[in-house]
């Protein structure tokens, strides 16, 4: 079982940058990939970027290529997501989660921890 903490959420007005942090549990990690997805009210989870532990190989939703960074820091075991030029419409809570597998999946059924979400509100 993987434990999942994140943290780093808050209120920010628009242009504004947050880095939000995912703390893991377990140590072996070398097969597993670590996301962020989000999920605005009344809307579904979706995925916003992902890192292979491994290799540190990473994907990003369009709507957040060039603004957000995810990074791992393996002696940590955490997950970083360096968020910049931040939206209005990036409120949601979001999410850290962990997949058992070498590829980077993008929906949200293909992983098998979940923390308990952080949120971001971002104002206009």
């Known amino acids: 079982q993987v434990h999942l903490v994140e943290s780093g959420g808050g209120l920010v007005q628009a242009g504004a940058s947050l880095r939000l942090s995912c703390a893991a549990s377990e140590r072996t990690f070398s097969y597993y990939v670590m996301a962020w997805f989000r999920q605005a009210p009344g809307k579904e989870r979706e995925f916003v970027a992902a890192v292979r532990w491994s290799d540190g190989n990473t994907y990003y939703a369009d709507s957040v290529k060039g603004r957000f960074t995810a990074a791992r820091d393996i002696a940590k075991d955490t997950l970083f997501l360096q968020m910049n030029d931040l939206e209005p419409e990036d409120t949601a809570v979001y999410y850290c989660?962990?997949?058992?597998?070498?590829?980077?999946?993008?929906?949200?059924?293909?992983?098998?921890?979940w923390g308990q979400g952080t949120q971001v509100t971002v104002s206009s």
């Open positions: 989660a962990v997949a058992r597998r070498y590829a980077i999946p993008t929906t949200a059924t293909a992983y098998d921890y």
